[in-house]
């Protein structure tokens, strides 16, 4: 009998930690940047907005080219141009800084 119940505890253990597993793909899911676009900084147009480019002009500093890189959050895409949106991730909707249990403080101390 006793081995039973170590078994059933076995068991449910395996599911709480699955369940964890799940959420956390689903809490990464939500956060992915989506709407995250790497532009040309030096391409802007009143009318049109930035030029999009290809992704490895925003991972990568060292890539000798005359475009300025940059990721921009959010806005909408008309063809290669994006507008209307942010150079900063929390303005985009994505992921703001702090995570679970900062309370909202950021910032250093000291002297």
């Known amino acids: 009998m006793t081995d039973n119940t170590t078994q059933r505890r076995?068991?449910?253990?395996?599911?709480?930690?699955g369940g964890v597993g799940l959420l956390a793909a689903a809490?990464?899911?939500c956060s992915s940047d989506v709407d995250?676009?790497?532009?040309?900084?030096?391409?802007?147009?009143?009318?049109?907005?930035?030029?999009?480019?290809?992704?490895?002009?925003c991972k990568s500093s060292s890539t000798k080219?005359?475009?300025n890189g940059s990721w921009?959050?959010?806005?909408?895409?008309?063809g290669s141009r994006?507008?209307?949106?942010?150079?900063?991730?929390s303005s985009g909707g994505g992921v703001?800084?702090?995570?679970?249990?900062?309370g909202g403080k950021g910032g250093s101390s000291g002297g």
């Open 10 to 17: 076995l068991r449910s253990g395996t599911v709480a930690l």
């Open 27 to 29: 809490l990464t899911a």
């Open 36 to 57: 995250k676009r790497c532009i040309d900084r030096n391409s802007y147009n009143a009318s049109k907005g930035y030029k999009v480019v290809s992704d490895k002009y």
């Open 65 to 67: 080219s005359s475009v």
């Open 72 to 78: 921009y959050y959010g806005g909408s895409k008309k």
């Open 82 to 89: 994006v507008s209307s949106g942010s150079f900063t991730k």
């Open 96 to 102: 703001t800084r702090g995570g679970f249990g900062s």
